[in-house]
């Protein structure tokens, strides 16, 4: 069993579409990660949230504690949006990540 | 300010060889944690270092392992390599524990094994 699930594993959009990608964990957390792989394999930090929203231009990121769910959306997606997005959640007890396996996300023209 | 810097970009080794791999935390960072991340899958925990000892490992051989030293730069060595540890071995850095920290990672170091 996974600690954490992602969904979906593969998105692929249109330029403009709205898109959302769904984080669920089973461990006890006080903060959730969005991270965000470009092809050439760099990771970037996108957030860090322990509770509510956050927003950063076009990327929003919710958490509800209570329920173990995050989601990231993406408005106006764009194909430099094309990315694999992980979810990370480091566990309130040991010190390590649990990481989803990622959305592969394709945004065409 | 400088990143979280890994080297070398690339490294082509053969079955049995040892593999090497570097990682300069962000000025600053105390932890430095090492992650394996095989074609089609996860990242994978592997290391954590913090203040110049190991806090914890991963579910990975004894032939992987590592130090961190001084100035909190941390290298990464893997012994008698296997066809399977090819991957991208990537580098993170934080204030600290991740969970209540923004983490920062490298751009990573792609071991082929052939």
């Known amino acids: 069993k996974n600690e954490v699930e992602q969904s979906p594993q593969n998105l692929t959009a249109q330029e403009g579409e709205f898109i959302t990608i769904n984080c669920s964990y089973s461990?006890?957390?006080?903060?959730l990660h969005w991270l965000q792989q470009h092809p050439g394999g760099g990771i970037v930090s996108l957030f860090m949230l322990s509770s509510g929203k956050k927003k950063h231009g076009r990327l929003i990121a919710t958490i509800n504690i209570q329920e173990k769910h995050s989601s990231l959306h993406i408005t106006a997606s764009h194909p430099r949006d094309s990315a694999v997005y992980i979810c990370a959640v480091p566990p309130n007890t040991g010190n390590q990540f649990y990481f989803g396996t990622g959305t592969s996300l394709t945004v065409i023209p | 300010e400088a990143g979280v810097t890994q080297s070398p970009t690339h490294l082509i080794k053969t079955r049995g060889q040892q593999a090497t791999l570097r990682c300069s935390p962000i000025?600053?960072?105390?932890?430095v944690y090492w992650y394996q991340q095989a074609l089609g899958l996860g990242l994978q925990f592997l290391l954590w270092?913090?203040?110049?000892?190991?806090?914890n490992r991963g579910n990975f051989p004894p032939r992987f392992s590592g130090r961190q030293f001084p100035n909190y730069s941390s290298e990464l060595n893997v012994n008698a390599l296997e066809l399977e540890d090819s991957a991208l071995y990537l580098c993170?850095?934080?204030?600290?524990?991740?969970?209540?920290?923004?983490?920062?990672f490298g751009e990573g170091s792609w071991l082929t094994v052939v």
């Open positions: 993170a850095s934080s204030w600290g524990t991740f969970s209540g920290n923004t983490i920062y």
């Open positions: 270092y913090d203040e110049g000892e190991e806090r």
């Open positions: 000025s600053g960072h105390t932890s």
């Open positions: 461990v006890g957390i006080s903060a």
